[in-house]
């Protein structure tokens, strides 16, 4: 059975299965509504919705890309710089122990509530899983790789540019798989800690007016977002897969 049939029938499953308890257990609306009214939502509100996921998906496309730029020239720094990997390293960990949720507000106070404060956040949830990657994969290099380019004389910066970073693709796709899949949290964590307009927004006025119906349609809009943006990575990342031709 094809990957999409079977990916079909378990999400038709759920839909059936959370309409029943819906109906069987008679919630009201206000705290679980059935799938069938959340497409009612979906489609009486689709003007409203599309206009808020407009700032959510901008803010999601740049602070991904910034965390990815971010991210890949400091793992280059520090496997060309050794002082830069003595200094940046402790910097690295420590910024790993600080929640988003915790920082979030901080950047908020101090970029404001525009959309800098949200690209900023998004950016520092995904700048460590693309920077440890290509880092890991920049010092794996095969030994054999790197003998054949003191062979060949290559100078340090045409070692990691010819030889070391075409070697470390592989993890480094795997960081930019990770940060796509999370990117679109960091963009409404963003919006939930100070924000006029986007789907974290508006999921936050809508479940102060009880309109659960329309806190899961902003949900589908959001889940429909983060699979095209995955699906759109994973296709960009197998052209360079098949660039460089690794496995």
Same mark, same amino acid.
């Not at 795997?174 to 990770?178: A, M, T």
């Given at each position: 059975m094809k990957q999409g049939l079977r990916g079909m029938i378990v999400f038709l499953s759920f839909l059936l299965a959370w309409q029943s308890v819906c109906i069987l257990l008679r919630l009201p609306a206000y705290f679980?509504?059935?799938?069938? *009214?959340v497409g009612k939502t979906l489609w009486v509100q689709r003007d409203l919705l599309v206009t808020q996921a407009w700032p959510t998906i901008l803010e999601t496309v740049l602070g991904l890309g910034l965390g990815i730029i971010t991210g *890949?020239?400091?793992a280059l720094l520090m496997a060309y710089f050794k002082p830069v990997r003595w200094w940046l390293m402790p910097l690295l960990l420590v910024s790993q122990a600080l929640p988003t949720f915790a920082i979030a507000p901080l950047l908020v106070l101090w970029l404001g509530y525009g959309i800098t404060s949200k690209i900023i956040v998004t950016a520092f949830m995904l700048f460590f899983p693309v920077t440890s990657n290509f880092y890991q994969g920049l010092k794996r290099t095969p030994s054999i790789w790197l003998d054949y380019a003191a062979l060949q004389g290559l100078s340090n910066w045409q070692r990691l540019w010819r030889i070391q970073a075409p070697a470390a693709w592989p993890q480094l796709a795997?960081?930019?798989?990770?940060a796509t899949a999370f990117a679109p949290m960091g963009a409404i964590i963003g919006e939930w800690v100070g924000a006029?307009?986007?789907l974290g927004y508006l999921m936050l006025i809508a479940n102060?007016?009880?309109q659960i119906d329309l806190v899961f349609a902003s949900l589908v809009v959001l889940v429909a977002f983060s699979l095209g943006l995955y699906a759109t990575a994973q296709t960009g990342l197998a052209c360079k897969k098949v660039r460089y031709g690794y496995d």
């Open positions: 679980l509504p059935t799938p069938i *009214a *890949a020239s400091t795997n960081g930019i798989r990770i006029s307009k986007g102060a007016r009880l």
